[in-house]
């Protein structure tokens, strides 16, 4: 299974929906639902967040630096602390 479709699963359980139920709310297939919450399907950020709101939630997209090993995402975060004097600078 998928982190997501844990996720609807866990959602779609808590309301107290069948998958035929959510699919009708969602405007989607029951086998859809099915596919995305065994993991056979991943969904975009936009059908996710259409079916999470469906049953009630409001889903955000975070944005985290990747490893602490690699070393380009760390700089351009250290770069974008600096102000532009400090930039302008270096």
């Known amino acids: 299974m ?3 479709g844990d996720t609807v699963r866990n959602a779609r359980e808590v309301a107290g ?3 035929r139920e959510l699919a009708v709310r969602a405007r989607t297939s029951q086998g859809a639902i099915s596919r995305i919450e065994n993991g056979l399907e991943e969904p975009s950020f ?3 967040a259409q079916i999470m709101r469906v049953l009630g939630y409001a ?3 975070e944005l985290r630096p990747v490893a602490v090993h690699d070393a380009k995402p760390r700089q351009l975060l250290e770069q974008s602390r600096k102000s532009s004097q400090a930039r302008f600078e270096e």
């Open 46 to 48: 936009e059908r996710f």
């Open 59 to 61: 889903p955000k997209l």
């Open 2 to 4: 998928s982190d997501l």
């Open 17 to 19: 929906v069948s998958q």
